[in-house]
C-alpha cells in the first residue's frame, strides 16, 4: 500500500489531497492519522475502494511543521492489514528546511510533469536547473523559444517554462544554475559588454581560465572575473535580473570551480581590501561580500551558492545568503586541516554551518560511487551517507530529473547509474523521516556532550568503523540521540569503489544515557524499517559514579535509529 501527497510542500492551512492507493481487496476500511511527532493532530476514516481512496485534509495554522500521514486497512472486524507512511512538511517557505533535487533535460518532447511528479514523492521543495542557460556570462538566449547551451545541448524554452509552471504547482522553488563570476570566451567578440579589464589572473601572470570543452572553440572555453569588481558585479546582476524577467525562476544558484590559489586583478594588484584595509588575494576571501552584494541585487529572489570543496564555506555561512550548499570533495581540508574524506567530517561540516550561519541547514552535494561503471548504486553507500546527513541536520542533493541520482558533478551522467528497487524503497522512507521529524533534526538543536555506553557493543563519538557512532543534540523541550551503525563497515562515504559492506545488523541493544536532563518520556523512530513513527519505549531511572542516567532496549538497529528523551 502506498500513501502520496499532491505537493511536495504546503502552506500553513492549505487542504492536502493524500491518495492511498494498492489497498488489499479485502480492506473494509482505510484510516489516515496525521501525526506530529508522536501526537495525533487530526485522522479520518473512508470506506476502501479497489482504485483507491483520496483524502482531502485541512492542514494546521503552525509555520514550519513536519508531520508523519499514517494510513490504516483495516477488514470488517476492524483488524489491522497493512500501514503506510508518508510524510508532509508545512512550510511557508522553502528555505527553513531545504530538500534540493535537480533538472537538466530541457530538449523538446521532454515530459517535465512527470519529472517533477515522481520528484514529488520525494518532498523535494527546491530544483536546481542544471545548464539551463545560453552563456555563463548571457544567461537569456537571444531567442526565448529555444537555444543550445554552451555544450551543444538543446534547451526549448516551452519545456523550460512547462518546468516553471509544473514546479510551482507542486510547491517546489526553482532555481537558475550560472556562474558566479566566468564568460564563454565568446565574450571578446560578442558585444555583451564584458570588459577583458574585470578578469582574473594567476599568480604567475597567466589569465585565470578553464577549458570545459575546448573542442567547441571559444565557447567551450571559460575565463573567470574578479568578484569584488564594482563593474563585474554591476554587469552579472543585471543578468541575473534578466534571467527573472523572462523566466519564473525563483532564485540564483551561483557556482564556482573552487579555490584556485592566489590571484591578482588584471593589473596585477589586490582583487580588494578587507573591512581593515588588508589586501585580498584568493577568491574564497570575496564571497561573503559579492554574496551580501548580489542577494541585494536580485532581492526578493533567493540565493544559494556553492564553495566547491567547502573552500571558503566560512565565508558564505556568514553571508546573506538563503540556502547554504557546498560540494565536497576528499582531496579538500577544513579549517583545522582535516579532509573531508569521512562521515565525520561532513557531519562536522553540517554542524559548524549550523553554528556560524545562525541555524541554517546545509545542502551537502557529494557524489557516492563517483564514476563507477557498475549500472546500479550500492545502497549501503546511499542509505550510510543519507543517515549521517539527515542526522546531523542537513540535506543532500541527489535526486532529479525524475527518476535520477547524482554520482557524477556533471548532472547528465545520472543517465548511466540508477537505483534498484530496493533502494528507492529505503531513499522514499529516508526523506519521509526527515520530513515527518525536521522539527527534530534540523530546526534550532545545538550540539551536547554525553557519555552513552551500549553493552557489548563498541560505541563512538567520532564516527569511527565497526562501532555505533552516537551524537546527541538538544533544544529545551528534548534531547535527542542519533545512533548510526558502523559496525562491520567503513568510513568513506564515497565507496569509489562500490565495495562497502551493509552494516552488520544489532538487535536487543542495551542502552544506557547519561544526562541530567528530566525524562517523562522517551520515544524511538528509525527510517529503516517500514514503520516510521515515534514509539514511546520503557526506560529506567538511574545513577552511578558517571551520573544520573537513562536505560533502555532498542529492539534492532541496522544504519540509524533515532532516540527522542522528552
Not at 28 to 55: C, K, W
Not at 70 to 95: H, I, M, N, P
Not at 405 to 424: I, T
Amino acid at each position: 500500500m502506498n500513501c502520496t501527497l499532491d505537493k511536495a510542500m504546503y502552506n500553513p492551512g492549505a487542504t492536502a489531497l493524500c491518495t492511498v492507493t494498492g489497498i488489499p481487496q479485502d480492506a473494509a476500511q482505510v484510516r489516515l492519522t496525521l501525526l506530529h511527532i508522536e501526537r495525533v493532530i487530526t485522522s479520518d476514516a473512508q470506506p476502501a475502494t479497489g482504485d483507491g481512496v483520496t483524502f482531502p485534509l485541512v492542514l494546521p495554522q503552525t509555520d514550519f511543521t513536519g508531520y508523519l500521514m499514517r494510513a490504516d486497512a483495516t477488514g470488517a472486524q476492524g483488524e489491522q492489514l497493512v500501514t503506510a507512511f508518508t510524510g508532509l512538511d508545512c512550510s511557508s517557505c522553502w528555505t527553513r528546511f531545504p530538500r534540493y533535487g535537480y533538472v537538466w533535460d530541457f530538449t523538446a518532447g521532454c515530459d517535465a510533469e512527470k519529472k517533477l511528479e515522481q520528484l514529488t514523492r520525494y518532498h523535494l521543495n527546491g530544483l536546481q536547473f542544471y545548464d539551463w542557460q545560453y552563456r555563463h556570462h548571457l544567461p537569456v538566449s537571444p531567442d526565448l523559444s529555444g537555444w543550445t547551451d554552451w555544450s551543444g545541448r538543446a534547451v526549448d524554452g516551452n519545456v523550460l517554462r512547462s518546468y516553471l509552471a509544473k514546479a510551482h504547482a507542486l510547491g517546489m522553488a526553482s532555481m537558475a544554475y550560472n556562474m558566479i563570476y566566468a564568460a564563454n570566451m565568446t565574450y571578446l567578440s560578442d558585444g555583451s559588454g564584458v570588459q577583458p579589464a574585470w578578469r582574473l589572473v594567476k599568480e604567475n601572470g597567466t589569465d585565470f581560465t578553464c577549458e570545459m570543452d575546448a573542442a567547441r572553440g571559444d565557447v567551450g572555453v571559460l575565463q573567470y572575473f574578479n568578484l569584488l569588481d564594482k563593474d563585474w558585479q554591476a554587469y552579472i546582476f543585471a543578468r541575473e535580473r534578466e534571467v527573472f524577467e523572462a523566466f519564473d525562476f525563483d532564485g540564483w544558484h551561483g557556482d564556482t570551480i573552487g579555490e584556485n590559489g592566489r590571484m591578482t586583478n588584471a593589473n596585477g594588484g589586490p582583487l580588494g581590501f578587507t573591512a581593515h584595509g588588508e589586501p585580498i588575494y584568493t577568491v574564497k576571501e570575496c564571497y561573503t561580500a559579492f554574496l551580501n552584494a548580489a542577494k541585494r541585487a536580485i532581492a526578493p529572489k533567493f540565493l544559494d551558492f556553492n564553495p566547491v570543496g567547502a573552500q571558503g564555506i566560512e565565508q558564505v555561512n556568514q553571508s546573506d545568503v538563503d540556502v547554504l550548499y557546498t560540494e565536497f570533495w576528499p582531496w579538500d581540508s577544513d579549517t583545522d586541516g582535516q579532509p573531508y574524506d569521512s562521515y565525520l567530517s561532513l557531519h562536522r561540516a553540517i554542524v559548524r554551518a549550523a553554528a556560524q550561519s545562525g541555524g541554517k541547514s546545509l545542502v551537502v552535494a557529494a557524489y557516492v560511487n563517483y564514476r563507477n561503471a557498475a549500472a546500479a548504486f550500492n545502497t549501503p553507500a546511499v542509505r550510510l551517507l543519507d543517515s549521517v546527513v539527515f542526522a546531523s541536520g542537513g540535506a543532500r542533493i541527489e535526486l532529479g530529473n525524475g527518476d535520477g541520482m547524482l554520482s557524477d558533478e556533471y548532472f547528465p551522467a545520472d543517465r548511466h547509474k540508477r537505483m534498484d528497487e530496493s533502494l528507492q524503497t529505503a531513499v522514499t522512507r529516508l526523506y519521509d523521516f526527515a520530513v515527518a521529524y525536521e522539527n527534530l533534526l534540523r530546526d534550532g538543536q545545538t550540539p551536547v556532550t554525553r557519555t552513552v555506553e551500549i553493552e557489548g557493543v563498541a560505541v563512538s563519538a567520532d564516527g569511527a568503523a565497526d562501532a555505533v557512532w552516537v551524537f546527541a543534540k538538544a533544544d529545551a523541550q528534548q534531547e535527542i540521540y542519533h545512533l548510526i551503525n558502523l559496525c562491520g563497515t567503513d568510513t568513506d562515504w564515497r565507496d569509489v569503489a562500490q565495495t562497502k559492506a551493509a552494516p552488520t545488523p544489532l538487535n536487543g541493544l542495551r542502552v544506557t544515557l547519561y544526562s541530567g536532563f528530566t525524562v517523562s518520556k522517551v520515544l524511538l523512530a528509525s527510517p529503516d524499517g517500514p514503520d516510521l513513527s515515534a514509539a514511546a519505549v520503557p526506560f529506567t531511572r538511574g545513577a552511578d559514579a558517571r551520573g544520573a542516567y537513562i536505560a533502555l532496549t532498542v529492539p534492532s538497529l541496522a544504519y540509524w535509529n533515532m532516540i527522542v528523551l522528552r
